[in-house]
């Protein structure tokens, strides 16, 4: 994610140590257009490090995170310098294009847009494999976000699970839902992890997830938004191996 917030130091940092510790891939997102989010006062919750929840809003999370399409190429160009390859979560059209011409692996559909029947018709589109987050989606959205994508000619879709932020008790994390997914629609499936710890991930690879996805912070980073639940980059590698380790298990 974008835990750099407009650094591209700190970005190129954190790629170089994900890469450093042998992981084969990093996932990202395209935030270029503050436009995405409603000039509105609805707030975004999350905690701070002291676990107190801090209260910010969206159109002000967003406008601190947006970055200049060539600044996103420049990064993503160092990724591949690193042998690494990267996908992205894309939240428009634009957005949706500039990664499928760089060379994004796979293109994910945000929690917050498996509604936006438009997108996902646009982004499947693309012949790229597709990742759509669940979030706090029914079942229903999720079964019609599918069948858009499907029927926009998308094939290669991985339906990802993803307990709510801030971190969700134990007792609502729900990883059987990944089997669920798998038998009902015969795709891959995997969890976004939003767990303070890294439990989570190794149950999840135990049941069969395809993927994982974590975000990863600089070890001295302030209080920021999904931070709380982030793994510091110090913890990486020996985090990544177990998953591996567990994986090949």
Not at 2 to 30: C, W, Y
Request: glycine residues 8%; hydrophobic residues 45%.
């Amino acid at each position: 994610g974008t835990f750099f917030n407009q650094d591209m130091g700190v970005a190129r940092d954190l790629v170089s140590q994900i890469a450093k510790a042998g992981a084969p891939i990093i996932k990202g997102e395209i935030l270029h257009d503050p436009s995405i989010a409603l000039k509105c006062d609805t707030l975004e919750n999350y905690l701070a490090n002291d676990g107190s929840v801090i209260e910010e809003k969206i159109s002000d999370v967003i406008e601190r995170k947006i970055i200049p399409l060539e600044r996103y190429e420049a990064l993503f160009d160092f990724c591949k310098s690193l042998h690494l390859e990267f996908v992205v979560s894309v939240y428009d059209k634009k957005g949706a294009d500039f990664a499928y011409d760089i060379g994004a692996s796979a293109l994910k559909i945000a929690s917050s847009n498996i509604v936006h029947q438009p997108l996902i018709t646009y982004v499947a589109q693309h012949e790229l494999p597709m990742i759509i987050d669940t979030g706090k989606s029914t079942f229903e959205e999720i079964v019609r976000a599918v069948q858009w994508a499907k029927d926009a000619g998308g094939k290669m879709i991985l339906i990802q699970h993803s307990p709510p932020a801030p971190p969700a008790p134990i007792n609502q994390q729900n990883l059987g839902f990944l089997n669920v997914l798998e038998r009902s629609f015969g795709c891959p499936v995997g969890l976004s992890d939003h767990h303070y710890g890294e439990e989570m991930l190794f149950a999840a690879i135990a049941l069969g997830a395809n993927c994982v996805e974590k975000g990863i912070i600089p070890d001295n980073l302030e209080c920021e938004q999904d931070g709380f639940h982030a793994l510091k980059i110090g913890e990486f590698e020996a985090v990544f191996k177990k998953c591996m380790n567990i994986a090949e298990a």
